[in-house]
Each structure stands twice: as structure tokens, then as C-alpha cells.
């Protein structure tokens, strides 16, 4: 407890003492987009208000390679040659801080060219041409800097090129619907049922010759537990209670231990957790989390826009994508001589983008380096149901805390959604998160966030119940259920170990095992020539490639520098949920692809 006070007084001191080190200022601002005015503040050494070409180069000086290598190299001349002319004032420097901080790649810009060019854009665009002040200065600069490649510049170009008649298999979201994955049939009786006004649902005369009566009861009972109101009505903020009593028997039967209704949120999707999770941890520009490199771009663009600050701990392609106490201990000594405060760090399992499943003792090994550390653990446990490899079995971060003493301390949010597992129902926007040990003050001001936005979908909250409680065993709808869901999942497992042999059969492509989850994660050897190609356009490696591999063939993957790689690595991210015959002719092209994009810059 004294340690834990001891790291927060500190964190409290840093924040309340603000460093006049403009190499510090510069990073903090790099990272959060804040603290402008004091930045301009410790380069204007002499308190006059505007910088002179002196104080200029004596801020330039004191960035190291490292920093300066983040800024727009025309940013920089433009800097140096306007104080040349005059002294600068906080008003130039703030315009200047928003272009020395635009993507390198100009990824900005590409993408609001991308975004004019949306086929279902429909009109849009201001009344008049005057100047605005609301503009990409005065912006809040943290939504400037968030990213989210998932569905960035290649995705839009793709949706273009579908709009003017290319064949385009995407390949970049885990959607499994849009790609052809089918509902499963009780989930989407149940919910047209409770939908439906009662006269013309649960009480018509005919629904029984039109629905199974384990659907009529679920339904009867789902509406009986909103109450007279419908789906339509607002629940309480934490969702209905009786669907809170779903999840926790859920976890009870899933883990062995107990649950509390209580301590249920059903949220719209697992993303809307997260990021009330991170907007209440995340007090000051100093404030960290340490999340998988690579990683989900949730977190990345989530932090960036709440202004904390992202400490990356690198996982190891080479031993299945694996991450050492070690590893661990020396990123958060790293941060933390650099004035951060680790709050929190996220734990993907099973993995998105690489598709590993951490055994018992990965996850304890996670666990109690944030119990030690005081550090809260966000688990995203999404994928659970997604797990295909031999040998290979999901394990709960509650359920491993709760069986280890030595974890009774650790401070626990895990994260679970209807988007992903076997029921692919996206667009519901459905999910729950659970908060485990802790503080009751903080889980009072969670429920007030949630409040704020009154509550989440109600067919969200409806699918959630279904996804952790379907028909039951024996009844009318089991046997197509079980066909339904069993189906779904040889073909994940068939569809992902043919993706991952075809690439690996590929000179120049290697992949690890997709052991869970709905993706692969290929590294790939660009030549040469190639690599100057996209130095001189501005673009990373990996998004040339997309993009060539995108216009050559129709398939629309993510480069793999929108979820954060080893520094010199290249690849892409690409789902198996596309249908098989599908999937074998994405094989065949990534092949002819590769080798023609090759041969191309040889």
C-alpha cells in the first residue's frame, strides 16, 4: 500500500510541477497534443512573449535525433526560416506545432482525399467558402492525430474501387457477416420477436406454427425483463439486470468462481468499454498505458484521443508472439524515467492482429506484473470462443487471478463482445465488461459515465444475453443451433490454417500460426527498389504494398504499421473470413502478387 501511495504522490508531483525542459514539453505535446503554451513558454527563454532565431535553435538543438526524426522536415525549415525574418509569436507557434506533427507520410491529407471520394459519402460540405474558425488548427489536435487503420485510407480507397465496379474481397475487418458468415437462426428469431409489437410477435394466434417455442419463451421472458416499454425504451445505464445475471453466470460456469451483477456494464461492443475505462484512468499528459505491440488500434487511437501516452511492449514474432516478465520490467523502468506513469495495460487474448493464445502461465505472468506494479489490466478477451489450435485452450484473466494468492491485489476490467466468438453479430453492437477488485468510488464514477449516455443498445444488450445463454439443450431449437454454431467453427479453424500455408508457401511471405482469433499477421521482404518507392511518396512500406496488392488484385488488407510493429518489419494483416472458395483464390493472388510486385521493383 505505502509503495503504491508512493507512486502516485510522485505522478501527483510530476503533474503538479510541470517540466521547463522543452525536450520534455515537445514529447508531451508530440504525445497528447497539450501543453502548447507552456512549451512556447520554456523555448522563450527571455519571458518577452516571441521567439527569436536564437531561442529557435537552442529548442532545435536541445530535441534529439530520435524526436526530430518525428517532425515534418519542411515543418523545421519553416520554423528556422520564419524567425530568421521575425520573432514568433504563440499564435504561429501553435499553427507551427499542428504542421510539425502532421503524419510524415501524409497520411492526413491522402485520407481526406480518400474520404471526398467515398461512394456512399452522399453531399456534404459547409454553406459558404468563408473561413472557418473551426478549422485544422484550432481543432482539438489529439482527434488530428488519432489514427484508426482498420478503416484508413486503403479501406476507403477499396470501397471506391468497389463503387466503380472492381471485385473487391475484404479482408481487413473482423465483419464476419458482410463476408458471408450466416446469423445463426435462434439469435435472430428471438430478437424479431422481441422487436416485434406483442400482438404481432408473442401473442398472434399463428406464432406458434411460425416460430419454436423455446424461441416464444426467451422472447416472452427477454420482454418481461425490459418491461412493458419494448426494445425501444432506454434500460438503466448498466443494462437490464436480468441480462447482467446472464454474464455472470456465464463467467461462474466459465471460470468457477463468483461473479456479481453488480459489477457488469453492458456496453455497445467491447470499444465503448474501453474507452470509459480509459477515460477514467487517464488524469494527465503524464498518465501511460502499456498495450501489445502489435496491437488492436482501438487502443492506440482511444489513448491518443484522451491525450495519455502509449508505452508499447514489443511481443516476440520469433516465439509465437510471446512476452517476457522481463520484457515487461524494463518498458515500464523505461517510462518511467522519462516522468510517465504506467495506469493501466491492455492484454489481448486471444491476439488481434496476430492470432496467438496465451497459456495459463502467459496470462499469470501478465497478472502479476500488474498486481506488483499497481497497475490496472484491461483484458480484451473477445476472441474466446475463436481458439483452433491443437493443445490450445482460452484462459480468463479472473479466472487465473481468483486461483493464485499472490494475484489478490491485481485490479481487473475484461472486456467481451457479440462482434467476434461464433455469433459475428457486428452490427448490434452488443458486449459487456467486467470490473473485478475495484475501488467502489471509481465504479461509482463509471456508472456516471455510463449514465451520460443513458444506456447502451438495447438489441445489443438482448444479443449479449443470447451470445452467453442459447436455446436450451433438448429444446425445439438445439439440435440446428449446435449444427449452426459447430459448422461456423471448423470453418474458422479449416479457413485459418489454409490461409497461413499458403502464405508461408509464398517466397518472401512468413507467418506464425493462427491459433485463435480471425486473422493472420505475414511479414513480408520488399526489394530494394521498392523501399525507395515509398520513401519518395511518403508512404510506409507496407501501405504501398496494400495499396499495390489492393489494385492488382481487389484484396484489402491492412498494412501492418497501423497496429504497431518491430522497428524494420513489414506485413500486413489480412481476416480468413471470406467463404473457402474465396479464400483459395485470395491465396492464389497474394502468390501472383507477391511475384509480380517483386519482379516489378527488382
Known sequence: LRSGLLRHLEGFRRFSSPS???????????????????????????????????????????????????????????????????????EYFQRWLVMATRFGDSRGSRMEKEYKMLPDLGEYGAVCEEPKSWNANTMAQNLRRMQYAVRGEVVMKAERLMAEGKEII???????????????????????????????????????????????????????AIGGSGTGAYTGSQGVLSFRQDVVDFIEKRDGYPSKTGNIFLTNGASSGIQAILTGLLANDHDAVMIPIPQYPI??????????????YELDESEGWSVSREALETQLKISQSEGLTVKAMAMINPGN??????????????????????IVLLSDEVYQRNVYAAGKEFHSAKKVAMSRPSLSSLQLVSFHSTSKGLIGECGRR???????????????????LASSGLCSGVNGQIMTSLMLRGPPEGGESWDLF??????????????????VDGLNSIEGIECEPAEGAMYAFPSIQMPKKALEEAESLKQSPDTLYAV?????????????????????????????????????KAVQEFKRHHEEFCERYA
Open 20 to 90: 521547463r525542459d522543452p525536450k520534455m514539453l515537445f514529447e508531451a505535446y508530440a504525445s497528447t497534443s497539450r501543453s502548447s503554451a507552456e512549451l512556447f513558454k520554456s523555448i522563450d527563454s527571455d519571458g518577452d512573449g516571441l521567439i527569436d532565431p536564437k531561442e529557435v535553435k537552442e529548442f532545435l538543438d536541445k530535441l534529439p535525433v530520435t524526436t526530430l526524426e518525428k517532425i515534418n522536415g519542411v515543418a523545421i525549415q519553416a520554423l528556422q526560416a520564419k524567425s530568421e525574418r521575425e520573432c514568433l509569436d504563440l
Open 170 to 224: 475484404f479482408t481487413n475487418i473482423g465483419n464476419p457477416h458482410s463476408v458471408g458468415q450466416q446469423p445463426i437462426t435462434f439469435y435472430r428469431q428471438v430478437m424479431a420477436l422481441c422487436d416485434l409489437p406483442a400482438k404481432d410477435g408473442i401473442d398472434h394466434p399463428n406464432v406458434t406454427s411460425m416460430f419454436p417455442s423455446d424461441v416464444i419463451d426467451r422472447a416472452r421472458e427477454i420482454k418481461a
Open 299 to 312: 487502443y492506440s487511437a482511444l489513448i491518443t484521443l484522451l491525450c495519455g501516452r502509449q508505452v508499447g
Open 353 to 374: 492482429p496476430t492470432g496467438q493464445v496465451l497459456n495459463e502461465e502467459d496470462v499469470a505472468t501478465i497478472c502479476q506484473f500488474c498486481a506488483d506494479n499497481g
Open 430 to 448: 452488443g458486449g459487456y465488461m467486467e470490473l473485478h477488485n475495484i475501488d467502489t468510488y471509481i465504479q461509482t464514477q463509471i456508472y456516471k
Open 482 to 499: 449446435q449444427k449452426e454454431e459447430s459448422e461456423i467453427f471448423a470453418s474458422l479453424s479449416r479457413k485459418a490454417e489454409k490461409l
Open 548 to 584: 499495390s496488392l489492393l489494385e492488382s488484385t481487389g484484396i484489402c488488407v491492412v498494412p501492418a504499421s497501423g497496429f504497431g510493429q518491430k522497428k524494420g518489419r513489414i506485413g500486413f494483416r489480412t481476416t480468413f473470413l471470406p467463404p473457402d472458395d474465396v479464400m483459395e
